[in-house]
Structure formats: C-alpha cells, structure tokens
Nanobody
Framework: QVQLAESGGGLVQPGGSLRLTCAAS????????MGWYRQAPGKQRELVAA???????NYTDSVKGRFTISRDYAKKTVSLQMNSLKPEDTAVYYC???????????????WGQGTQVTVSS
C-alpha cells in the first residue's frame, strides 16, 4: 500500500555534502509529519530532523546549522541536505513518514529501508 524509496547515501570526505531524498508512493489519504532518523553502530536510532504538516522544522542539536530538511507536498518527498559532514554523522539514515490511510484513520508511521552515509577520509 505505502512504499518509501530512499536515495542519496554514500561515502564522502569530512566537510563534504550529501543530499538524501525519500519519496512516498501508494494509496493513502494524507501525509502528516516527515523526517529522518539515523542509527550508528552500537547506538540507538535517533531523530535527526523532522518537518511537520504545517512546514515547521526541528533538528537534533548536533546537526543544527549544517543540515536542512525540506518537503515537496506535490511530489510527496522529503529531503535532507547535509553539509559540513563529520565522521560522527556516519550512520544508516532512515526516512520516516506519518500517514493516514483514509479520512478519520489514525496516523501510522512508515519507515524507509535505510541508506548508508559514511563520512571518512
């Protein structure tokens, strides 16, 4: 019913940039919040950035000023522009989208398959 397709991960040197994009497809009523999480080896998954339905955004402190999240309502995509990348940003990044399948239905969280981001010289 709902599919999330992620793209844009890879290997980059410290100080470099990457852009992640997640596209939602399928049959559903509406998308509420969209965001990106990450999970480094041996650590818990953490919220990196989110953009809610009214367009407001929030970021974890460690990425403020370096990462920018944006969404395209028409294309049903959410992107994460990552600049000034650091080795500690290395992780698997997961797209998270909150979707209502029909009018009046409760929101449900969907996850992308994850994309590896490695920051190393």
């Amino acid at each position: 019913q709902v599919q999330l397709a992620e793209s844009g991960g890879g290997l980059v040197q410290p100080g470099g940039s990457l852009r992640l994009t997640c596209a939602a497809s399928g049959s559903f009523f509406i998308i509420n919040d969209m965001g990106w999480y990450r999970q480094a080896p041996g650590k818990q998954r953490e919220l990196v950035a989110a953009v809610v339905s009214d367009g407001s955004t929030n970021y974890t402190d460690s990425v403020k000023g370096r990462f920018t999240i944006s969404r395209d309502y028409a294309k049903k995509t959410v992107s994460l522009q990552m600049n000034s990348l650091k080795p500690e940003d290395t992780a698997v990044y997961y797209c998270n989208v909150q979707i209502r399948l029909s009018l009046g239905a409760p929101p449900y969280n969907y996850w992308g398959q994850g994309t590896q981001v490695t920051v190393s010289s």
